[in-house]
Structure formats: structure tokens, C-alpha cells
């Protein structure tokens, strides 16, 4: 079975400051990984995914099939990054897409 | 384009009775996948429907169903509501599904009493 852990629900950081939300996963095949962002009042919205390799407003995640994570890093927090973020793991073997339970990343200005 | 829309967007019920939630895709999506979000458990995954077939089907009973018509549009169903089925419910379309970037609508808010 598949499975995608956020270990953290909440992270707070001072605004300036380098962020890493932490997202593992378990899944025996071949992986594709996202991460989903929610702003307040506002919908479900794709962040980025592995395989563009893109920097999405300054975050970046690197697959780290080792140790089976997919950490979003973004070297300066920003205010408006405040929101709630959710890893995701479509699994081609069951064909489904599976979240994890997210991790609300709270900066303080 | 417009976006995912979905129906009604709130929702009160009370238990025992049935509900049905509506999903209208973006256009040209053929793909439309169903969650229930809730605080303590996040976005779990109930059904996937591509085409008027349900292609994947989540761990919740079977008193939750769904479908999806010719143009794509899907409904989903709860029946014998119960008190812990209170939550967002979220639906996404994708061209094709599968690794396919998801849209997801604004949510059905349920709250059953």
C-alpha cells in the first residue's frame, strides 16, 4: 500500500527565514510526487510537481528516492506564503492519487 | 476556462437521511476525482471516475457512491448519514487522471446534525 506522512501540522517561522516542510512516503514502485497549497480562502491549488524540477515562488523539492521524501524547501519565508500545504503521491501501480494530512506553515512577520 | 464548480456549497442534514453532491469539470476534463476533507485526517480519497466508469474507489463504505454522466459532470451520493460524515467535500478534474495535474473546486461544506 501507499502512503504519504507530513509529520508536522503546524510550522511556524519568523519571516526571513529558511522553511522545510517534510513529506515522506512509502510506495514500492516508481513514484510522482506534488505538493498542494491552499491559501486562505482559496482552493486546493498545485504547488509544483518532481518531475518539472521547477521553482514555484522560490520553493523547490527534491525526490530523495534513498530515503523516500520529497522536502519543500524555500530558502526565505514570505508572509504570503502562510498557507496549507499537502504532499501527494500518485501511485501508477493502484492508480490513485493519495495525500497526506498536511502541514499548515504559519510565518510571523 | 472556468473552474470546477460544484453544488451546493453548504449543506445541513441530519442523520439517517441521503445527500447529493454535485461536480462540473473544466472543460475537455474527462477525469473527476472525489475527497473528503476533514482537520484530523486531511484529504482522504473516495472515488475516481474517467469516462462513466468508476476507475479507483477509496476505503469508505458503500454508502457513499457516485457517478458520472456523458459530459462528464459527476455526483456523488451519501446515504444513512451519520454524524462523523460532517465534512468538506472536494472534488478534482483532470484531462486524463493519473499523474494529471488535479483542479479541484471549491468544496461542498456537510454537516450533518
Known amino acids: 500500500a501507499q502512503r504519504v506522512t507530513q509529520p508536522e501540522k503546524l510550522l511556524s517561522v519568523f519571516k526571513g527565514a529558511p522553511v522545510e516542510l517534510k513529506c515522506n512516503y512509502s510506495?514500492?514502485?516508481?513514484?510522482?510526487l506534488f505538493w498542494y497549497v491552499q491559501y486562505s480562502r482559496q482552493r486546493l491549488q498545485l504547488l509544483l510537481r518532481?518531475?518539472s524540477r521547477e521553482s514555484i515562488k522560490g520553493f523547490t523539492a527534491d525526490l530523495n528516492k534513498g530515503e523516500t521524501s520529497f522536502h519543500l524547501k524555500k530558502p526565505f519565508a514570505q508572509e504570503e506564503d502562510s498557507a496549507m500545504y499537502y504532499c501527494a503521491l500518485y501511485s501508477g501501480g493502484y492508480q490513485k492519487v493519495t495525500f497526506g494530512t498536511g502541514t499548515k506553515l504559519q510565518v510571523i512577520p | 476556462k472556468a473552474g470546477v464548480t460544484q453544488t451546493p456549497r453548504y449543506l445541513i442534514k441530519t442523520r439517517g437521511q441521503q445527500v447529493t453532491l454535485s461536480c462540473s469539470p473544466i472543460?475537455?476534463?474527462?477525469?473527476v476525482s472525489w475527497y473528503q476533507q476533514t482537520p484530523g485526517q486531511g484529504l482522504q480519497f473516495l472515488f475516481e471516475?474517467?469516462?462513466?466508469?468508476?476507475?479507483n474507489k477509496g476505503n469508505f463504505p458503500g454508502r457513499f457512491s457516485g457517478r458520472q454522466f456523458s459530459n462528464s459532470r459527476s455526483e456523488m451520493n451519501v446515504s444513512t448519514l451519520e454524524l462523523g460524515d460532517s465534512a468538506l467535500y472536494l472534488c478534482?478534474?483532470?484531462?486524463?487522471?493519473?499523474?494529471?495535474?488535479?483542479?479541484f473546486g471549491p468544496g461542498t461544506r456537510l454537516t450533518v446534525l
Open positions: 518532481h518531475i
Open positions: 472543460s475537455g476534463h474527462r477525469s
Open positions: 471516475y474517467f469516462s462513466e466508469t468508476q476507475r
Open positions: 510506495y514500492s514502485g516508481s513514484p510522482e
Open positions: 478534482a478534474s483532470s484531462v486524463s487522471g493519473g499523474q494529471d495535474t488535479q483542479y
